[in-house]
C-alpha cells in the first residue's frame, strides 16, 4: 500500500516547502520514516510522520512527547532531532539525522551472536547515550535491540533511537498512561513494569541487560509471544541463564555484568548506566591485550 494510501504524505511531496521525502525507510508502531531532503541546507535527513489512522488521544500525545524529549538529549549516541512540526490538518510530524546502517535486532538476525568485545562495546555507547537520556531527566522505558541503531564505519558506532514512550521525570502532571499500566515492549520489560510500578534508572538498566543478553547469545532473554500475559508470567519468574552457557565458545568475561544488571529487584542492579558503564569497560580492557575480540 502507497504511503498515500495509509493517510500518509506521498513519495515526492515536499512537507512545509523544505523537506523533500524520497523514500519510506521504515514502519513503526509509533510512525513511517522517509529518507528525505532538505531542500533549504541541501542535506539528506529522515522524517517521520504519525499517520493518520494513528493521530488521536495517547498515541498522538506519545509522538509530540518524543519530538519535545528526544530533541532535549545532546550526546553522539543518542539520534539528533533537528526540527518538528504539522503537516496539513496538524499531522505531526519530526525531523531527524539521517543514519546509514542497521537495527541492532536486524544485525544478530543476519549474523547471530556478537563475540563478547563487540557485544561489550556495543554496551557501553548504549549506557553513553541512555545516561545522556537519564542526565536530561528522562527514562526511555522501550529499550531493546529494535532501538539500537548501528552506524556503518571502520569501527562499531551506536545510536539510540526512539523515544516514543519515554517519560520526563518532572511531567507527573501530564501523564499520558494510567496508573498500574505497564508501558515498554513486552519481552524487554523490567518486573516492575510488569506490575506497573513507577520506572526509574534502572528499569532502563535492566532493558539494556536484556539487549547485552541478546547481543551476547543472539537469543531473546524473553522469547515474544502473542498471549502476552504468558511473557509478564516469564519476566516475574525468571532466573536468567548465563550467556556463556548458550555459546559454543563459552566466553564468560561478561557473565555477571549482565546478570547483575537483570535482577529482579532493582537495588540489587547498577544504580545507573555509568556505573554499568564503568564495569564493562574494566572488562573489555582485560580482553583487548589477550586479543579475544
Known amino acids: 500500500m502507497s504511503p498515500a494510501h495509509e493517510g500518509l504524505p506521498a513519495i515526492g511531496e515536499q512537507v512545509q516547502k523544505r523537506y523533500r521525502l524520497d523514500a519510506v525507510l521504515a514502519h513503526g508502531g509509533m510512525g513511517v520514516v522517509y529518507r528525505a531532503h532538505d531542500l533549504m541546507l541541501d542535506r539528506p ?16 500525545q506519545r509522538f509530540l512527547r518524543e519530538a519535545r524529549l528526544a530533541a532535549s538529549v545532546h550526546d553522539r549516541h543518542v539520534v539528533d ?4 512540526g504539522f503537516l496539513a490538518e496538524d499531522q505531526p510530524f519530526l525531523v531527524m539525522e539521517l543514519l546509514h546502517g542497521e537495527p541492532l535486532h536486524e544485525q544478530l538476525r543476519r549474523k547471530g551472536a556478537m563475540k563478547a568485545y563487540r557485544a561489550g562495546v556495543m554496551c557501553t ?11 536530561a531527566g ?6 531493546k535491540p529494535s532501538n539500537v541503531f548501528l552506524v556503518w564505519g571502520p569501527e562499531l558506532f551506536v545510536k ?3 523515544f516514543g514512550v519515554s517519560k520526563s521525570l518532572d511531567d507527573d502532571l501530564t501523564q499520558i498512561t494510567e496508573p498500574g499500566l505497564a508501558v515498554g515492549t513486552p519481552s524487554y520489560m523490567a518486573p516492575e513494569q510488569v ?21 551476547l547469545t543472539g537469543k531473546p532473554l524473553v522469547k515474544p509471544d502473542k498471549h502476552v500475559h504468558r511473557v509478564f508470567d516469564a519476566i516475574l519468574k525468571l532466573t536468567p541463564p548465563t550467556p556463556s552457557s548458550l555459546r559454543e565458545d563459552h566466553l564468560n568475561i561478561l557473565d555477571d555484568i549482565t546478570l547483575k544488571a537483570l535482577a529482579r529487584d532493582p537495588k540489587e542492579r547498577y544504580g545507573s548506566c555509568s556505573e554499568m558503564e564503568k564495569a564493562v569497560e574494566s572488562r573489555l ?3 583487548i591485550p589477550r586479543g579475544r575480540a
Not at 535527513?45 to 498522538?60: C, F, M, T, W
Not at 555507547?125 to 545522556?132: D, M, N
Not at 528522562?138 to 529499550?143: G, P, V
Open 45 to 60: 535527513v529522515a522524517v517521520k510522520v504519525l499517520p493518520r489512522s494513528l493521530d488521536e488521544g495517547v498515541v498522538r
Open 81 to 84: 532531532i533537528f526540527d518538528a
Open 125 to 135: 555507547q548504549l549506557l553513553h547515550g541512555v545516561g545522556a537520556v537519564h542526565a
Open 138 to 143: 528522562i527514562i526511555h522505558r522501550d529499550l
Open 160 to 162: 539510540l533511537i526512539d
Open 195 to 215: 506490575l506497573g510500578k513507577g520506572a526509574d534508572e534502572r528499569t532502563d538498566v535492566y532493558a539494556v541487560g536484556a539487549t547485552l543478553f541478546e547481543a
Open 285 to 287: 580492557e582485560s580482553l
